[in-house]
């Protein structure tokens, strides 16, 4: 089978040879016990309160420069690049300091969202980073970006504030993203095969070591909030998980042949492919990582279904145009692949990942969840509402 490839399509293509973008392999070896309990003669600081986020993207603020999606090649893409500021692109406002080193802390990132839980919100998070990023560097864990490990950037927040709620997304760059997506889209622009039997065996290979880190990161930083004189009710820990940044197959606006899907939508899966990632690969590593929540004593936050409806190419979606400004009840919620290495739109790594408003979203989840003490619990959107409409439901 053959078929001429256009240009954006080319480009996407080129995009997809460049998606691993984590450093650093598998996560492997045993769990550190967890030391939950308060060391003999610290006390907890009486700093300000504060909430503090760790992990990879999908927690520092990855793609919350994009208020939506545009093939619009030219100034603000239709209203959607809030990097724009009328005669060049500047990606600092949005992403502070980090822009530089690539960590992309957004200044719409999660916790920020999430301003009513403490007095100060810290974000530890780097987009790319793995467990071992996490764990403390006297148990093997590993600087990255230019970064000290994060365990060990949260002690120094933990002695300087009362730290009353953590915040933990990881263990998606350890199985392999960046792979999957990789994968499936050259099997659409170029092979016209399925990826998801292949990649289905590889994120079954890596899950143990994946989830294996996971625990020993919630145990490090459980070590460390230990070691800065925190008895385990003295703040909360939650794990979260990833949603879904594309839609099922049925689900898709733009049709399955044809280049649409890559041209203008930037979903170039098949369908098959897509209903694998949708309702296999993410609940089966929400549910993974709900299991290491349960057996280290921390709250788990499910955000599968996080975007349904606003997926990239969601039917429930659309792109702004000149007369359709980008709205929160309209747009789409995550970023699509970028073209990335011969456009402007941005970087690459910003693809797939929860955007301005999904952003918001995820903030007002963290917030509702803080209202809960105890307790798993999912959080879901709202048909036709803003980031004003996410609810919980008990897992």
Same mark, same amino acid.
């Given at each position: 089978?053959t078929?001429?490839?256009?240009r ?13 973008l984590a450093?650093?392999g ?10 939950p ?9 009486s700093?300000p ?8 993207s999908?927690i520092?603020g990855?793609?919350g420069r994009?208020?939506?999606n ?5 100034g ?12 060049s ?5 949005v992403?502070?300091?980090?822009a ?6 957004s ?13 100060k919100?810290?974000n530890?998070?780097c987009?790319?980073?793995v467990?071992?990023n996490?764990?403390?560097a ?10 000290a490990?994060q365990a060990d ?10 730290v009353?709620?953590?915040?933990l ?6 199985l392999?993203?960046?792979d ?16 998801h039997?292949?990649?289905q ?11 294996a880190?996971?625990g020993?990161?919630?145990?490090d ?5 230990s070691?800065a004189?925190?008895g ?19 689900e898709?606006?733009?049709p399955e042949s044809?280049?649409s ?16 990632a949708r309702?296999s690969m993410v609940?089966?590593i929400s ?5 290491v ?5 921390a709250q ?8 349904q409806?606003?997926e990239v190419?969601?039917?429930?979606a659309?792109?702004?145009t000149?007369s359709t400004p980008p709205?929160?009840t309209t747009?789409?919620?995550?970023r699509?692949?970028?073209?990335g290495?011969?456009t402007?739109?941005? *970087? ?6 929860? #955007?301005f408003? @999904?952003?918001? !979203?995820? &903030?007002?989840? +963290? $917030?509702?969840?803080w209202?809960? *003490?105890t307790?798993?619990y999912?959080?879901? #959107?709202t048909? @036709?509402r803003? !980031?004003? &409409?996410?609810? +919980? $439901?008990?897992?």
């Amino acid at each position: 089978m053959t078929r001429s490839t256009p240009r954006l399509a080319r480009r996407l293509l080129s995009a997809a040879l460049a998606l691993p973008l984590a450093s650093g392999g598998l996560v492997a070896g045993g769990l550190v016990a967890a030391s939950p309990a308060r060391a003999a003669t610290a006390s907890v600081p009486s700093g300000p309160t504060a909430s503090v986020t760790l992990g990879d993207s999908y927690i520092s603020g990855e793609a919350g420069r994009w208020k939506g999606n545009s093939a619009d090649s030219g100034g603000s893409r239709t209203g959607t690049d809030r990097a724009w500021n009328g005669s060049s692109y500047d990606p600092g406002p949005v992403y502070g300091a980090t822009a530089v080193n690539g960590c992309d802390r957004s200044d719409v990132a999660e916790v920020l969202g999430a301003s009513t839980v403490a007095q100060k919100q810290i974000n530890l998070a780097c987009s790319g980073a793995v467990t071992a990023n996490v764990f403390r560097a006297s148990n093997g864990g590993q600087a990255y970006k230019g970064e000290a490990p994060q365990a060990d950037q949260l002690a120094a927040v933990a002695a300087q504030n009362n730290v009353k709620l953590i915040t933990l997304s990881i263990g998606g760059n350890d199985l392999g993203f960046s792979d999957v997506i990789s994968t499936c889209v050259q099997d659409y622009l170029i092979w016209y095969s399925y990826c998801h039997n292949s990649q289905q065996s590889a994120i079954d290979s890596k899950m143990p070591a994946a989830m294996a880190g996971v625990g020993k990161a919630i145990d490090d930083i459980r070590a460390v909030m230990s070691n800065a004189g925190y008895g385990s009710g003295d703040y909360r820990l939650v794990l979260q998980s990833y949603p879904s940044p594309i839609p099922r197959g049925a689900e898709m606006r733009y049709p399955e042949s044809g280049w649409s899907r890559s041209d203008t939508g930037g979903c170039p899966f098949w369908d098959g492919d897509a209903d694998w990632a949708r309702d296999s690969m993410v609940p089966q590593i929400s549910s993974a990582l709900a299991g290491v929540a349960a057996s280290k004593g921390a709250q788990f936050l499910d955000l599968s279904n996080m975007l349904q409806g606003r997926e990239v190419c969601s039917t429930s979606a659309q792109q702004p145009t000149t007369s359709t400004p980008p709205s929160a009840t309209t747009s789409e919620w995550a970023r699509f692949l970028d073209g990335g290495l011969n456009t402007t739109q941005g *970087a690459l790594q910003e693809s797939m990942h929860p #955007n301005f408003y @999904g952003q918001q !979203a995820l &903030g007002r989840c +963290l $917030t509702l969840l803080w209202g809960r *003490a105890t307790g798993n619990y999912a959080c879901r #959107n709202t048909p @036709g509402r803003d !980031a004003g &409409g996410m609810y +919980l $439901t008990a897992q």
